[in-house]
């Protein structure tokens, strides 16, 4: 028997197209060998650092030749806890190959890019930061890690060199920075890293990062300043 259903909506569920923002990871090689090692060497000791979030796999980056294994490809990001919905970009037989894997295509999408300072994670998006921040009020010695997951970060004590502060909004040391200082880590361009000493070994913010093998110059070393990010570039200047 068949029944008609048209011009009646029905009573239990409704459609309608979703807006959401998602992860995008830009796959640049085939080779999941090199993509496992380099994910385990940024997120290996951040366990928290991703919390089932949606994910593209964005192939625009990839070879035409290039021909994924999926399969492969799904067990190794499974371990940092995301979960990839859909692919785009990419050619025929890479789209294929996706789809036959269980991957959606997605060829529009509200994408947050996720951005990082190692050379396999891809940049751009944005990033909605919580106004609550999460307040760190001892030392950080080296090996200690702190992360504001989706907000900012106030450290009211010194982070050490070997220690790491990470956020998803600013970051603010009030006291010498000496070790690692990461913001905007989930790709927003506009955080900024504000401290009132600073000697780092290592700034970043949304992707853009740079290392401190050389002291800084006289004019900056140990001195209040903020970074922030102009274009592709970090700036470091004076907190008025």
């Known amino acids: 028997m068949t029944v008609s259903l048209a011009g009646r909506a029905p009573a239990t569920f409704e459609l309608k ?79 294929r190959a996706a789809q036959e894997a269980g991957l959606a295509l997605s060829q529009e999408a509200d994408v947050v890019a996720a951005r990082a300072p190692a050379p396999a994670l891809p940049q751009g998006g944005r990033e909605e930061v919580n106004p609550s921040a999460l307040v760190i009020e001892k030392p950080l010695r080296s090996g200690q890690q702190a992360y504001a997951r989706g907000r900012d970060l106030v450290v009211l004590a010194m982070v050490n060199a070997g220690a790491e502060v990470i956020a998803d909004g600013h970051i603010h040391v009030y006291a010498p920075l000496r070790g690692k200082a990461i913001a905007g880590a989930r790709g927003n361009t506009e955080a900024r890293i504000f401290t009132q000493c600073l000697e780092p070994e290592l700034v970043s913010i949304a992707g853009i990062y740079r290392s401190f093998e050389e002291p800084l110059p006289a004019d900056l070393q140990g001195r209040p300043k903020q970074i922030r990010l102009e274009g592709s570039k970090l700036r470091i200047q004076g907190i008025p």
């Open 17 to 95: 197209s979703a807006n959401l923002p998602l992860l995008a990871l830009l796959l640049k090689t085939a080779d999941l060998g090199q993509l496992a090692q380099e994910m385990q060497v940024r997120f290996g000791d951040m366990p928290d650092f991703f919390d089932h979030d949606p994910l593209v796999i964005d192939l625009a980056p990839l070879p035409a030749e290039a021909m994924v294994d999926f399969d492969a490809l799904l067990e190794v990001l499974k371990p940092y806890r995301v979960v990839p919905v859909a692919v785009k970009g990419g050619n025929a037989g890479q789209l």
